[in-house]
């Protein structure tokens, strides 16, 4: 759409809001266009964008903004608004002087400003992920991190195949393919209004990322089976677990937050699936856990987290996140993962997910499990991928990295109570 002026104080706006970092930039983002209902979409659109690129390339920009003159805010936002619509759209709606930085800033090569600051990456973050990676594939991560995820769905096998899907999305004229790895996936061009499509209503399809899709891979659940999504949130998982259970022996999804099991009534109802228990429990030592001790075939702990490996999607969150914020998740996370435990029947299967990139939130809390219970042992993430047939080289655990897979970053381990 074409830009208008009043949108550059609009988007700076919004932007010294979502920089004082006091909750998600998505929720302060919404709140901003609630309380400014005359904005249309694309306005909307131009807006979210622009603050994002800034989250995204914050260090950057900063080094940038500090070159011109003025109001810093403002200058990031322009800088912004050139990233998503362009330094031709912006001229006409600044000054001569804004006009005539922006175009001095227009003609620095990026490859011309320091490492670092074009990773646009905390030195907390930068140095834990030294500890796996040269630099020079840090650089190649934190490149990928800068751009928007793409749109990626599952199709619902119980209402329809994948080609079914790719069938109805084409003759919508909405360009997609299959992903690489995960069976079901498709990843869609650009972000086109599937809630208006019948298959979406119908529910032929969800929104899921390639990544989480094949965290439920993992699992490998079968007919029939007691199994239990022990942090199921709004329940993207919780469907495709089902599913691949063909609907057929129960399927708990356990969380502490009704707010999001509520978003998941809809999404059930759409999906065909009759095998969904949704329960609310109030901590991981909820009774209703314990009366299902020892009783059931796979579980799955999605663990809360630092959502780092989301950064493509919430980029905000590498400013909001810090060492001390780790440092108290990880008891907790040991802790879930401990309770979920006690659930696993003898054979059974036990996997610890989550969307983190740092090894403390992922192999750390595995290895202390694994040293505090003797009767689980690790399976490798590669076995279990062959064994469901998914082309994806992988080694003891599930690590999956945006510029590798062009997923989410992910982290899985299965773990398997001795019989």
């Known amino acids: 759409m074409r830009l208008h002026g009043f949108l550059i ?13 006091t909750g998600p930039a998505d929720a302060a983002t919404s709140r901003f266009f609630r309380a400014h209902p005359k904005l249309g979409h694309g306005e909307r659109g131009v807006i979210a964008e ?19 003159s003025g109001n810093p805010n403002r200058r990031l936002a322009l800088l912004g608004l050139m990233q998503t619509a362009g330094r031709t759209a912006l001229k006409p709606f600044v000054s001569e002087a804004e006009n005539a930085w922006l175009e001095h800033v227009s003609k620095i090569d990026p490859e011309s400003l320091p490492l670092r600051i074009r990773m646009n990456l905390p030195d907390w973050i930068y140095q834990a992920l030294s500890n796996r990676f040269e630099a020079e594939e840090i650089a190649h991560l934190a490149a ?3 751009y928007p995820a793409p749109l990626d769905l ?9 080609d079914d899907v790719l069938g109805v ?13 995960a069976p079901l996936g498709i990843r869609v061009v650009g972000k086109p209004p599937l809630t208006k499509l019948d298959a979406f209503q119908d529910g032929w399809l969800e929104v899921q990322d390639e990544g989480s899709q094949l965290l439920c891979t993992l699992v490998a659940p079968k007919r029939g ?11 993207g998982k919780t469907l495709a677990l089902g599913a691949a259970m063909r609907s057929t022996g129960r399927l708990y999804a356990f969380d502490i937050s009704d707010r999001r099991l509520a978003k998941l009534k809809p999404r059930l109802a759409r999906s065909g699936l009759s095998n969904v228990n949704p329960v609310l429990i109030d901590s991981e030592h909820d009774a209703k856990i314990k009366r299902l001790a020892g009783k059931i075939d796979r579980v799955l702990v999605d663990a809360p987290c ?10 905000d969150l590498k400013w909001r996140q810090s060492p001390e914020s780790i440092a108290e998740l990880t008891p907790k996370q040991l802790s879930i993962l401990t309770s979920a435990a006690r659930l696993v029947k003898k054979g059974g299967r036990l996997v610890y997910a989550t969307c983190s990139i740092l090894d403390a939130e992922n192999e750390g809390v595995v290895k202390q499990f694994l040293a505090d219970h003797p009767d689980f ?3 490798p993430a590669r076995d279990v991928l062959a064994e469901q047939r998914v082309d994806l080289e992988m080694g003891d655990f599930l690590s999956l990295w945006p510029h590798r897979h062009s997923t989410d970053g992910f982290f899985a381990a299965v773990l398997e109570r001795r019989g």
């Open 9 to 21: 104080g609009q988007t700076e706006t919004l932007l010294a809001e979502v920089l004082k970092f």
């Open 50 to 68: 622009a603050v994002f690129a800034v989250l995204r390339r914050r260090m950057e920009f900063s080094h940038l903004a500090e070159s011109g």
């Open 144 to 146: 990928a991190l800068n």
């Open 154 to 162: 599952r199709a619902n096998p119980i209402k329809a195949s994948r």
């Open 169 to 181: 999305l084409s003759k919508a004229g909405i360009e997609a393919g299959a992903t690489p790895y």
């Open 225 to 235: 089976e007691m199994i239990v999504d022990f942090c199921a949130g709004a329940g």
């Open 306 to 315: 630092s959502g780092l490996g989301t950064l493509r999607r919430n980029p």
């Open 377 to 379: 042992e690790l399976v």
